[in-house]
Structure formats: C-alpha cells, structure tokens
C-alpha cells in the first residue's frame, strides 16, 4: 500500500492563481480531510469529507473549495490564491471515525 | 475549536520524565497524540477512546478524563528520538459528522 500520497510537493503561485492539491490514498478510508499548518498555529482543519459524496467544512474553510467523486481521492481547490493561504498543506485519511488517523507527506505552498 | 495544550516546550535530558496535557471545550469521542519530526509528516501514537479503551505505543501512555474533557501524554524514560512537536487531536460530533481538529503541539527536546 502506498498509503496517502499528494501531489505536488511544492508549489510557488502568484497572488490570484488557482491550482488543486491532490490527495490520494489506497486503504479504502472512508474520511479524509486537508489541514494546513503554520508556525504556532498548529494543524487546523480547513475541509474533511466522511465518505463520497459528503464534505464539510473545518476550522478554516474561507478561500478553499472541495469535493469527493471517489473514496480513493479528495482534491482540494484554491480558486484565487492569496498570500495568507502560504502553508504546508497536509492530507490524512482514517478508516472511520474513532479510528487511527494516517497523513500524508504534505505539500508546501508559497503564494507570492 | 482547537483543543489547548500545554507546556507549548518542554527541554528534558535523556532518561527524564515529561507529561504534555491537552483540554478542550467539546464533549470528546476520542484523543489523538501525534508527532511530527521537522519537515516530516505528523505519526500516529496512540489513541484514547471514550469508556476507557487505548491503541496505541507500547512506551508511551496516556491518560483521557471524559469528564473534564481532558487528556495527558505521559513520557517516562526519554529518548533522543522522542524529540519532535507532540500534537494532540480531539475527535467530536458537529453538523452530524465526527470532526478531528488538533491543538498547536507542544516542542518536545530531548538532550544527551
């Protein structure tokens, strides 16, 4: 099992760019969710789906559009990147809920 | 809403003991303890469930008041390689759904 991959590992974009992050994963989880970390702010939850389908919003949902086609994948889309949204952006996937809870290697983003 | 932690570091020499505690102001299912290595993804430790049950590392322990919301994660005997930010994730019902969201870690440094 690869486990939860992402793609891109890195990412510089201009103020106003839209790009989508991916996520995958290959353990038939049925949540996932995107976090995204900053210095001293630690890991905080921007959108997490439980099945395909059905999403819904975290902590920090403002600036960033999702949705699940598959249980394999959940893509997270910046439509007008801003230079708030610079962060390292994890995936993380989990059977169920009340279950471990595997991350991804994250992507870093650089909006300039 | 994030969970609390604290101490936001702790410096500990090899062999010490440190606990790092965690509160929230849900009614909790579960606590998650992750760590995270610099540049590294955040791993899964152990996870505490409501009615008592844990799954997790075998030297390191934890403890989850469901009453008070609360959990600590108990490091006795310390490593060099238990250095690393510890995060803990509080899982709770919102909109329906069961919601992981974390705090913003404790910087653990072990020293020879």
């Known amino acids: 099992n690869a486990g939860v991959t992402q793609t891109p590992k890195f990412q510089v974009l201009k103020t106003g760019q839209s790009m989508t992050l991916q996520c995958a994963q290959d353990?038939?989880?049925?949540?996932m969710s995107w976090y995204r970390q900053d210095p001293g702010m630690g890991l905080r939850l921007i959108h997490y789906?439980?099945?395909?389908?059905?999403?819904d919003q975290g902590e920090v949902p403002n600036g960033y559009n999702v949705s699940r086609s598959t249980t394999e994948d959940f893509p997270l889309r910046l439509l007008s990147a801003a230079p708030s949204q610079t962060s390292v952006y994890f995936c993380?996937?989990?059977?169920?809920?009340?279950?471990?809870?595997?991350f991804g290697p994250g992507t870093r983003l650089l909006v300039l | 809403q994030q969970p609390v932690q604290s101490p936001q570091a702790v410096i500990l020499r090899e062999g010490e003991d440190a606990v790092i505690n965690c509160s929230s102001s849900?009614?909790?299912?579960?606590v998650h303890w992750y760590r995270q290595k610099h540049g590294e993804a955040p791993v899964f430790l152990m996870i505490?469930?409501?009615?008592?049950e844990q799954k997790g590392h075998e030297k390191i322990s934890a403890s989850f008041n469901e009453k008070k919301q609360q959990s600590s994660l108990y490091l006795t005997a310390s490593q060099l390689s238990y250095s690393g930010t510890y995060f803990c994730?509080?899982?709770?019902?919102?909109?329906?759904?069961?919601?992981?969201?974390f705090g913003t870690g404790t910087r653990l440094l072990v020293s020879p």
């Open positions: 993380a996937s989990r059977r169920t809920g009340l279950e471990t809870q595997y």
């Open positions: 994730g509080t899982e709770y019902f919102a909109t329906g759904f069961q919601k992981l969201v």
């Open positions: 849900k009614a909790l299912y579960s």
């Open positions: 353990m038939n989880h049925e949540y």
């Open positions: 789906s439980v099945g395909a389908g059905i999403t």
């Open positions: 505490l469930l409501k009615g008592g």
